[in-house]
Nanobody, 115 residues
Framework: QVQLVESGGGSVQAGGSLRLTCAAS????????MGWYRQAPGKQRELVALSISSGSSEYADFAKGRFTISRDNAKNTVSLQMNSLKPEDTAVYYCNAIFILRNYWGQGTQVTVSS
């Protein structure tokens, strides 16, 4: 059974940095897509960044220039380096992975940015 486990969330002051990591288990192949989404209280879940198996990446506009996604296909991990964090970045961050047509989610890790 495929499992995604996030780590690295926490509390930080505005302007600070955090690095989230997601480790996948239960699969022998690399995911087609690995990425991060977030959901703030009272809001819908939204895309943060994606890493495609071809090597390309996509970012939400709010993440461009501040966040960097990276992945290690050999280890089936994906990380999100978040710099210059803002209070509006406060949310639960979820790891997402897609293999063929199956979509997998982690349980989420809380990121809280105080002003």
């Amino acid at each position: 059974q495929v499992q995604l486990v996030e780590s690295g969330g926490g509390s930080v002051q505005a302007g600070g940095s955090l690095r989230l990591t997601c480790a996948a288990s239960g699969i022998e192949f690399s995911f087609n897509v690995m990425g991060w989404y977030r959901q703030a209280p009272g809001k819908q879940r939204e895309l943060v960044a994606l890493s495609i198996s071809s090597g390309s990446s996509e970012y939400a506009d709010f993440a461009k220039g501040r966040f960097t996604i990276s992945r290690d296909n050999a280890k089936n991990t994906v990380s999100l380096q978040m710099n210059s964090l803002k209070p509006e970045d406060t949310a639960v961050y979820y790891c997402n992975a897609i293999f063929i047509l199956r979509n997998y989610w982690g349980q989420g890790t809380q990121v809280t940015v105080s002003s």
